[in-house]
């Protein structure tokens, strides 16, 4: 189905493609689509998987590394999600650049994800403020890893994402 959405995404744009139009093009049925996505837009931006990793390696993730090293860490061990959807990620994040509502809905799912990540580094005893600092500074290194690595995909992804938080290191 996000295959099918992102090929009408592109052929007609987001507001002129509709949910019964991605359902019959993916050959399902519209209250089967509904199964899956509350709505259009979730194709683009289906994060439950993302949230439930991110926790699960934050918890995982070992003791002796510091907040932010931590939510890094939680990234790289992403990596396959992320290397696996590469090419659904590009066409989605031109529709996404093409679509206010959908720029308004991105920034949206990243104030989730930081809250997510907030909340784990808190369980790990970390205090709430330092862990609200760790979790907006590790989105914007991955933010910036992710960014090079689309541009440069022939480098895995956990290497981009390291070299994002050398680079945060050497900004201080």
């Known amino acids: 189905m996000q295959e099918a959405a992102l090929e009408l995404f592109h052929e007609k744009g987001y507001d002129g493609t509709t ?10 049925t519209e209250r089967t689509f509904f199964r899956y996505f509350p709505d259009k837009r979730e194709v683009l931006f289906n994060e439950a998987a993302l949230h439930a990793g991110l926790s699960t390696a934050i918890a995982e993730a070992p003791p002796t590394l510091g907040p932010l090293e931590v939510v890094v860490w939680a990234f790289q061990s992403l990596a396959p999600m992320f290397e696996e959807n590469l090419p ?3 066409l989605g994040q031109a529709v996404i650049a093409q679509t206010p509502a959908l720029q308004e809905r991105q920034l949206a799912k990243s104030a989730a994800i930081t809250q997510t990540i907030a909340e784990a580094l808190q369980l790990r005893g970390i205090e709430p403020g330092i862990a609200r600092l760790a979790s907006a500074t590790g989105m914007a290194v991955t933010g910036h890893g992710l960014q090079a690595w689309v541009l440069e995909p022939s480098s895995p992804l956990v290497e981009h994402l390291e070299k994002a938080l050398r680079a945060l290191r050497g900004l201080s």
């Open 19 to 28: 949910a019964a139009e991605i359902a019959a093009r993916a050959g399902v």
């Open 88 to 90: 659904f990620a590009e």
